[in-house]
């Protein structure tokens, strides 16, 4: 996968998606990739995010994270998203980034970039196939590539089995409830499919 460039964007609130992003970067750059990890702005009041410990631990964490920005995605040959599910649907902190896009949209620099996108929720049912399905709705308007996993590798069956991207679910103790071992290694598929896209894509 040399020569190809991903970028990553993310949005976590209590990191698992942070963590999703990190595997994603490290299977990535496994393949030869260039990479870029980078964050979306955080919207919510910081007396919001104080006021929650778990909230307040993860934006320290990642303070050193680049904010995403649209050099980011124009350089990039490919993009994968990963955000939690809000009410089924994305964050308002990925779709703000989402809709300030509209002058590389209008410049037809985001047609043909190969994306896929990953999530989560705080149960089995909480929406997270609605929210992979909701970004790439967008991404459709973009005239991009989208590279979901679909049924590609016995991996995707191993945490829950879904097509579109991966998906965990958040426990009571704020960890993926799945088997970690299993969600690294379906990380790594989607990764590694969205990069096989990309490569034929570019040529």
């Given at each position: 996968?040399?020569?190809?460039?991903?970028?990553?964007?993310?949005?976590?609130?209590?990191?698992?998606?942070?963590?999703?992003?990190?595997?994603?970067?490290?299977?990535?750059?496994?393949?030869?990739?260039?990479?870029?990890?980078?964050?979306?702005?955080?919207?919510?009041?910081?007396?919001?995010?104080?006021?929650?410990?778990?909230?307040?631990a993860q934006k320290e964490a990642?303070?050193?994270?680049?904010?995403?920005?649209?050099?980011?995605?124009?350089?990039a040959d490919a993009i994968i998203?990963?955000?939690?599910?809000?009410?089924?649907?994305?964050?308002?902190?990925?779709?703000?980034?989402?809709?300030?896009?509209?002058?590389?949209?209008?410049?037809?620099?985001?047609?043909?970039?190969?994306?896929?996108?990953?999530?989560?929720?705080?149960?089995?049912?909480?929406?997270?196939?609605?929210?992979?399905?909701?970004?790439?709705?967008?991404?459709?308007?973009?005239?991009?590539?989208?590279?979901?996993?679909?049924?590609?590798?016995?991996?995707?069956?191993?945490?829950?089995?879904?097509?579109?991207?991966?998906?965990?679910?958040?426990?009571?103790?704020?960890n993926i409830v799945e088997d970690?071992?299993?969600?690294?290694?379906?990380?790594?598929?989607?990764?590694?499919?969205?990069?096989?896209?990309?490569?034929?894509?570019?040529?």
């Open positions: 996968m040399k020569d190809l460039k991903l970028t990553l964007v993310y949005y976590s609130m209590t990191g698992i998606n942070f963590k999703l992003a990190k595997w994603a970067k490290e299977a990535a750059e496994q393949a030869g990739a260039e990479v870029r990890l980078r964050k979306v702005q955080e919207l919510a009041p910081e007396a919001v995010v104080n006021s929650s410990p778990a909230w307040k990642e303070k050193d994270i680049p904010v995403a920005s649209s050099d980011d995605l124009d350089w998203f990963s955000a939690p599910t809000r009410f089924g649907t994305m964050p308002s902190q990925l779709k703000q980034f989402i809709d300030i896009q509209g002058g590389l949209w209008g410049q037809g620099k985001l047609v043909n970039k190969v994306v896929s996108a990953m999530t989560s929720a705080q149960n089995p049912h909480g929406g997270q196939e609605g929210t992979v399905k909701e970004i790439y709705t967008v991404m459709m308007h973009w005239g991009a590539i989208i590279a979901a996993p679909g049924y590609t590798n016995d991996i995707v069956y191993s945490i829950g089995g879904n097509p579109y991207g991966t998906s965990v679910t958040q426990g009571q103790d704020g970690e071992e299993n969600v690294k290694a379906a990380v790594k598929h989607q990764v590694n499919r969205t990069l096989e896209v990309a490569k034929l894509v570019k040529g």
